[in-house]
């Protein structure tokens, strides 16, 4: 009954900026954990930020200062901003819903490709 989408990806040159978005409907509520992760081919599965309820916001080490992730609770929107972009991001984004436990509810990704 929920349902995750991710939107705003898309080609980019090195050292520019992109800005994702991930909506989020059914029954939610709004206490509840958005996360971002990216996934290159050949490479794990990163976890990229968090964010919570409660405005708290984690990043990894190999975006923070580069991406902002902020949300609209009451809405179900999530983004996050991107800037200063490398090769290296280029990499599906996927955006993770939870309300309570694992696994939560998982978008179908949007492509991030930054060119050269």
């Known amino acids: 009954q929920v349902q995750v989408v991710e939107s705003g990806g898309g080609l980019v040159q090195v050292g520019g900026s992109l800005r994702l978005s991930c909506t989020a409907s059914?029954?939610?509520?709004?206490?509840?954990?958005t996360a971002w992760y990216r996934q290159a081919p050949g490479n794990q599965r990163e976890l990229i930020a968090t964010i919570s309820s409660h405005g708290i916001i984690n990043y990894a080490d190999s975006v923070k200062g580069r991406f902002t992730t902020s949300r609209d609770t009451a809405k179900h929107v999530a983004f996050l901003e991107m800037h200063s972009l490398k090769i290296e991001d280029t990499a599906v984004y996927y955006c993770?819903?939870?309300?309570?436990?694992?696994?939560?509810?998982w978008g179908p990704g949007t492509q991030v490709t930054v060119s050269s």
């Open positions: 993770n819903v939870r309300p309570g436990d694992p696994p939560g509810y």
């Open positions: 059914g029954s939610i509520g709004g206490s509840y954990y």
